[in-house]
Nanobody, 114 residues
């Protein structure tokens, strides 16, 4: 089964930027429709962005024009560039399959605070 490991989170001031990475194990990564999710304390996973194997992207309304999702299939790696971060972007960020996500990784904590 595919597994994911996220990295790149941290503490950033409002208006700052971070770039998250996610490495997928196993074969088939290049064929997956992938998504970045975030989970705020006490809430369920929320899909913030997705990308098709060919690079077509979609974003949640709250992050559109601020976040960019990309992938490097040769490296089994997914990225999330986050700009103009806001306190409401705080949470643990995960990557996973866009549909029927499974085997959640450890996630990476993003905290936006002054």
């Amino acid at each position: 089964q595919v597994q994911f490991v996220e990295s790149g989170g941290g503490l950033v001031q409002p208006g700052g930027s971070l770039k998250l990475s996610c490495v997928g194990s196993g074969t088939g990564f290049s064929t997956y429709l992938m998504g970045w999710y975030r989970q705020a304390p006490g809430k369920q996973h929320e899909l913030v962005a997705s990308i098709s194997p060919g690079g077509n992207t979609n974003f949640g309304g709250s992050v559109k024009d601020r976040f960019t999702i990309s992938r490097d299939n040769a490296k089994n790696t997914l990225y999330l560039q986050m700009n103009d971060l806001k306190p409401e972007d705080t949470g643990v960020y995960y990557c996973n399959l866009r549909y029927k996500p499974t085997n959640w990784g450890p996630g990476t904590q993003v905290t936006v605070s002054s």
